[in-house]
Structures are given as structure tokens and as C-alpha cells.
């Protein structure tokens, strides 16, 4: 039986921490023997992959790369634990894990990325870039979300093709399964004759929710009628409130915070936007497309390869108001586009980013290799 350690920095609300939910829920237990360590804290997910029956371990330290006492306490960590992979996922367990691995003789050390090396283009991303380009040389593979996210860091990070292997985001469609009936749900919300849009994003600068959130201010001023449901938290959300209040949109948006059962919120809309300005492949779009809303999103990361403009959604450029507001527009005076399930969404959801026995598949191959 393979001995696995999966690490993460914390295992909150988020599409990463959301795949490692349906992986372990799904995973063959009489095959693997899985516990999960959490660098900070369990999070949300983590407590729900507890009650799954699972070891979720979580060490309360500074996940900060740059605090080397956190490396060496996982390093400690990890001598206790008698372990075949070790597998990490985003940057920060990433960082620590490959080092600490590395000196624990781990055999097999596995490392997922999830869209944040999107965000090296500056020197302040210096760092973590640098750190790329070096610390993959520890890994046996590198698992990326998306082929479009395989071929950015092969180009950005000089790493070597034949490292890097694509497991395709997707969600368990059993997990998406309405409960309460969409009118109720609305009425619950105050929700009547306005557009109810929805936006499912932790609140980082990274998601844009200022340039929507400005747009739709522009929009109250000439007379539109809306809701904005928010789903998420993060240490913008206070800020946001705060802006909406000074735009006079208190009434207007509603921050829902993290939901659990997001498939009723995604029933209860009439649209989905997405204002990120990076992305890799997003669970949140897998899940408004499955749901059949018709989506704007920024033309970043793989949202081309989900959304053809005019047929199931709009592509606008990112951080722009303007763009995202001239596209609101235009959902607004052809509202009755919005009301009918985009079919051509559902379907291609169903043909290649439902939870399958091939994603499963993968996974079983390269920690047995």
C-alpha cells in the first residue's frame, strides 16, 4: 500500500482546495494510505476531509516562504512520518515541501500548480520565480491544471517538458445537485424582477471584483436594476464592503461569504461573471457553465478554451470597467438570452470536466511510478 502525505499551505475556500476534496473523497482506499498536513491551519476543506475519515494534520506555522523555521519544523514533521510521495500543491507548500522532502529522502516528491505563476511578471514576483526555476530540479513531476497552464511555464520557467504533466481540472457532478427550488431561493435573497449575476471568488486583488464592482456602480447611475451575489471571503472582502457602501451599492450586492452547497446560488442566477486578472483553468467557470448560466469572464488564462463569445458567454479584456461594463450592458437588453439554460455550455462541461475514473487514473500513475 503507497504511503501519501499530501501538504498545503491551509485547505480554505478555493478550486485548488475544492479538487483536493474530490480526489481524496473519491480515492481508492485499499490502495493508498493518505493523511494531509496543513502548514497553518486545517481551513474549511480540510475539516470536511476529516470528516471523510481522513488524518488532517495542521502545524500552525507562518506559511511565508521566505521564514526558513517553517521549513525545518516540516522537515522535523516529516521524519516522523513514514511516507512513499510526498505531494504538495500551490506555491508556498510547494517551496517548503520541495526542500523539505528533498532532505528527508522522500522517494517520490510530487508538486501541483494552480495558476499563481501566472502572477510573476514583475520584480516583485522575483522570488517566486527564481525559486521555480531552481526548486523544480527536486521534483520527480510537476502536475498542471490545464495544458494551456503546461506550455506558460515550460516557456516562463525554462522547465523541462518532460517534468511537467496535465491533469485536467474538473468537479464531481454529484457535488452539484440543486436542493432548494430557485424562486425560493431568490425570495430568501430579496430578489425579484432585477438581473441577479454572481461572482465565486476569494476576495484578492488577483479576482478584480473593484472593476466589476465599478462598472456596476456606473450602471445603478443609468437606471439598471441588479444583484450581485458574492460568494467568497479573503482579506478584501471588508475593504469591498466598504467601497460599496461609499458607492451606494449596500442594497445592491450581497456578500453570501463562503457557501457550501454553491449549486443553489448558481440555480438562483440569471449570470456569472469573472473578472479575474489570472486564471488557469477556473472550477468556479466549470461550475457556472455546468449549472447552464451564460458567463462574462476576462480573457485570460484557459477561459477561451470554455467560453466562445456571443454562443455561451463574452470574452473582455481584464481590469478593465469598461469592458466589463459595456458586456453588462448587453446581458441587460437581451436579458432573454440569459433566461434559457446555455446548453452548449452544460455539454461541454460533460465531455471533458466531469470527475472520471481516467482523472482518478493519473493520479494512481505517477505516484506509482
Partial sequence: MKRILFLHDTLGMGGAEQLRFTLLKNIDRANYDVRICCISNRGVIGE????????????GLDPNPKNIFTTLKIIKYLKSQKIDVLHTSLFNANFHGRIA???CNIPRLISEMHGQHYE????????????????????????CCSENSRQYIIKREAIPPSKIVTITNCIDPSAYRVKEPRDSLRQKLGISDELALITVASFWKMKGHIYLLRALSELKGLG???KWLCAGDGPLREPMQKICAKFKLTKDVIF??????IADYLNASDLFVLPSLSEALSIALIEAMYAGLFCIVTDVGSNRELI????????VKPASKEALRKALIFCFDNRQRLGRPVQDSKIRIEKKYLLTDDYLRKFYEIWQS
Fill in 48 to 59: 470536511a476531509i476529516k470528516g471523510l475519515g481522513f488524518t488532517v494534520d495542521e502545524l
Fill in 101 to 103: 522532502g528533498s532532505m
Fill in 120 to 143: 510573476f511578471k514583475n520584480v516583485k514576483y522575483l522570488f517566486h520565480l527564481l525559486s521555480e526555476r531552481l526548486l523544480y530540479l527536486m521534483n520527480d513531476v510537476i502536475i
Fill in 224 to 226: 439598471y436594476k441588479f
Fill in 256 to 261: 453570501l461569504g463562503r457557501v457550501s452547497h
Fill in 308 to 315: 466562445e463569445n456571443n454562443l455561451n458567454g463574452l470574452i
